[in-house]
Structure formats: C-alpha cells, structure tokens
C-alpha cells in the first residue's frame, strides 16, 4: 500500500485556525476584564456613614476612603478591566452602525444587473475601480462599474470568485470581531499583530479560490487593480510560485504572550484581593452633606473626557470620506 504524501495546508485553513485563536484570546481577555472588576466588590465596602473618615477643605465637610495598598492596586487592575468592557461594547456598537449605514449607501447606488453578472454580485455605479464584500450578518458582493470596464471577462471572474470566498467565509464580520479585540484589548499588542496576520491570510486564501478561474486571469486583475491602490507582496509571491506543499506558520510564540499575559493579569488580581481592604462612602457632590473626595475630583475629569470624545468625533465625521473606498469590509486588496 502506497503512503499518499500529506495534503499542504491552505491559507484558508491557516485562517480559520487563527480566527479561532484570536477570538478565543478575545474571549478570555473579556471574562478577565470582568474578574477584575469584580474583585472589587470582593475588596472594598461601600459604607454609608463616613465616621472616623472626614475631612475639611475651604469649609467643606468630606470623606476619604481608606485602603491598603493591595485594595488600591485591585482598583487600578478594575480600572483597566472596566476600560476594556466599555472599549469592547462601543467598539462593537460602532462596527455595527458603520456597516449598516455603509451597506445603506451602497443599496442606494446599486445599478440593474444589465452585465449577466448572475444573483448576489450588486454593480455600484462608480467610475474607480473596485470590488468589495460588505454586511455583517448578509455579505454581499459589490463590483463598481470602473472594475467591470477596466477588467477583461476573465479577470472580472476572477476578481467575483475572490469576493465570494470572503463572503462564504463571512470575512467582513471575522475582521470587525477583530477590530473590535484590537480596540478592547489595547495593552496587547500580540492581538493586533494576530488580527493583521489573520486578515493577510484571508486575502490570500481568497486568492486561492480565485486561481480557479486561471492564474494568468488573477495575475491581470491584481495588475489592473495594483495602480488603484496597491497588492500585499505576499499575494504576489503567493501567485507567482507554484503550490509546493508549503504550511503556513501557526503564530504560537503570540498566541502564549497574549495568553500569558491574560493569566498573569488574572492571577494578580487573585492575589492582591486576597490582602486588600478598604471601605469608602462614594457619596456625591449636592446629594450629600460629605461629598466623598474621589467621587469630587472624577466629575471634572469624566466631563473633560466627554468633551474631547466629542471633540474627536465631530473631528473625524467633517473629514470623513464619503467615497465608496472610503469604508469597505473586505476588498481584492
């Protein structure tokens, strides 16, 4: 019986296996994220009386809360873990509104198929070249009229074989799951590079479904888009050498940072709300006689950072883009 030699693995299944991981790392920084807020209740006692805890400033009575070190070090950790539950949820609300308001517009400058294109590929009327999957829940594929002049029918195949495989694989949801990882999990750079690396493979691994239309067909869409925008030198070295069984390398020294520091993070805050104490009365200004001095001084600070995140946003909705290449899910590039 003859041995049959190993199949090599696909970029595809290199993908899928590390959206797996990413998300799985994602997972775990969350529920961390959570343990460390909760230790807080673990640890300090909300009192309602402030005795043998006041003091007086310019005339005005407040209270002060008492700790150990390890109770103010389980609040700093809490601290960190609330900022990541609430960059998680904003971030994924905005993923959200972002997509639904982009396929909107995208629904708005859809043309009648008179290019025998077939069901599902939607032709935006946009002289710049371009195809892209969009939708969080229902990708669907857009090609710009500029892409359909520019490319010939069998690059225009190829280009459409590329945009499905990121629509059956539902991409455009894969990334915002990871944009949305990047931006909770802001202290591990390991997820970032992991997010990028997963994004790379897909690209590449859509280039793989598209070769059925023809390597030389794949080769004149990537050139023809390549002015419009650029090509990842990877698909290019991907497309240029013939499959020889190459594997694609499993990240796994970011995997065990990433993780690593998850757990460390978590067995710190074990560690320290086992010797922390503290007691505060948390009373706010105007509804109290002893306002508590922290709550006083996170007024200020908590207005001043709503005032820059608005700031901020107005910012960057006057310079938005509004061309459709401004915003995509996932696209040939």
Not at 184 to 213: C, M, N
Not at 223 to 233: F, N, V
Request: with cysteine; aromatic share 4%.
């Amino acid at each position: 019986m003859v041995a049959q030699a190993p199949q090599p693995r696909t970029a595809t299944a290199a993908a899928e296996r590390l959206s797996r991981t990413t998300l799985t790392i994602g997972a775990l920084g969350l529920l961390t994220a959570l343990f460390m807020v909760d230790r807080v209740a673990e640890t300090w006692q909300i009192s309602g009386r402030a005795a043998g805890h006041t003091m007086t400033f310019i005339g005005l009575r407040l209270t002060y809360p008492v700790a150990n070190v390890s109770a103010v070090a389980v609040l700093l950790l809490a601290t960190l873990g609330l900022a990541i539950t609430v960059r998680a949820v904003v971030a994924a609300a905005r993923e959200g509104l972002r997509s639904r308001r982009f396929v909107r517009g995208l629904a708005r400058r859809c043309q009648a198929d008179v290019h025998g294109l077939g069901d599902g590929i939607h032709v935006i009327d946009d002289p710049h070249p371009d195809a892209l999957v969009a939708g969080l829940v229902s990708p669907r594929i857009y090609i710009t009229t500029g892409a359909l002049a520019l490319l010939d029918p069998g690059a225009a195949a190829a280009v459409l074989a590329h945009e499905r495989h990121h629509a059956a694989r539902r991409d455009p949801l894969r990334q915002a799951a990871g944009r949305v990882l990047t931006e909770a999990l802001f202290f591990l750079p390991a997820v970032k590079r992991l997010t990028h690396h997963e994004l790379q493979l897909s690209e590449i691994g859509a280039d793989e479904s598209a070769l059925a239309a023809g390597r030389p067909a794949l080769a004149r869409a990537l050139l023809a888009m390549e002015p419009h925008g650029g090509i990842d030198p990877a698909r290019v070295d991907r497309l240029l050498d013939e499959p020889d069984g190459t594997s694609w390398l499993f990240p796994a020294s970011l995997c065990v940072i990433a993780i690593g520091a998850l757990v460390l993070l978590a067995l710190t805050t074990a560690l320290l709300a086992g010797a922390a104490s503290g007691t505060t009365t948390l009373a706010p200004p105007l509804l109290s006689r002893q306002p508590c001095i922290l709550t006083l001084a996170a007024l200020p600070a908590a207005i001043a950072a709503i005032l820059a995140r608005c700031s901020r946003a107005s910012v960057a909705k006057s310079g938005a883009c509004s061309r459709i290449r401004g915003r995509r899910s996932s696209r040939l590039r």
